[in-house]
């Protein structure tokens, strides 16, 4: 069956602009997760969402950087006035629930963001 | 808050060498453990698992790993590395009480040679 997704697969923009950043997850998968991967901090835990609302937030880096999920699906990262600093790969992660940690969570391709 | 800690951060070995990447997390409750791998040009996928029962945890390829609560460890083990065993390693935990987000080690990466 179909992975999990993620779209725009490269995006490059310049300082200043808004980038959004989409994530499909496996179908049926209630749970979804944000994480940033990058050279100097690792793989970082961004936001996880259950269903369409979001439990925990505590991972995002700034009020730049916000996230929805909508018809307990798709969900769309989305940063605001980006800079440097921000360049990274976003990685989206799907389970199938959130009620036992221990889930399997799946990874998508990421979104490699280059902020010029 | 809590951590999670790989100690290596490049191993290099020859093919048919054994293999022990090492991971340690700080104390926070019951914990669910995870090895994922990421080969060249590909996206994370798991390794093995432990959430309860016994401690040794078989995983795909060959992989293995061992909990022991008293260390706070989750070490990675493989008795015969093989060229493609080529990857970065990651160490993830999930604590019970912070939901099902994962801190990640911050990897290892294995060089297996020829």
């Known amino acids: 069956g179909a992975g999990v997704s993620q779209s725009p697969s490269n995006k490059v923009t310049e300082k200043g602009k808004d980038v959004e950043l989409r994530c499909d997850p496996i179908?049926?998968?209630?749970?979804l997760y944000w994480y940033r991967q990058s050279l100097g901090q690792g793989l970082e835990f961004l936001i996880y969402?259950?269903?369409?609302?979001?439990?925990?937030k505590s991972g995002l880096p700034s009020d730049r950087f916000s996230a929805e999920r909508t018809g307990g699906s798709v969900s769309t990262l989305t940063i605001q006035r980006t800079q440097q600093e921000d360049s990274a790969v976003y990685l989206c992660?799907?389970?199938?629930?959130?009620?036992?940690?221990?889930?399997?969570?799946?990874f998508g391709p990421g979104t490699r963001l280059t902020v010029l | 808050a809590q951590s999670v800690s790989q100690h290596n951060h490049h191993v290099i070995l020859s093919e048919a060498a054994s293999l022990e990447l090492g991971c340690n997390y700080s104390?926070?409750?019951?914990?669910?453990l995870f090895w994922y791998v990421q080969y060249p040009g590909q996206h994370l996928q798991l390794l093995l698992k432990?959430?309860?029962?016994?401690?040794l945890v078989k995983g795909i390829k060959g992989f293995e790993a061992e909990f022991i609560k008293s260390k706070f460890s989750f070490n990675l083990r493989k008795p015969s590395v093989q060229w493609s065993d080529t990857a970065e390693y990651f160490c993830?935990?999930?604590?019970?009480?912070?939901?099902?987000?994962?801190?990640f080690g911050q990897g290892t990466e294995l060089s297996v040679k020829p």
């Open positions: 992660a799907s389970s199938l629930t959130l009620l036992a940690g221990a889930d399997t969570q799946y």
């Open positions: 179908s049926g998968h209630t749970a």
């Open positions: 969402f259950q269903g369409n609302s979001a439990p925990d």
């Open positions: 104390y926070g409750g019951t914990v669910n």
């Open positions: 432990y959430f309860s029962g016994d401690p």
């Open positions: 993830a935990v999930n604590w019970d009480n912070q939901g099902g987000k994962l801190i």
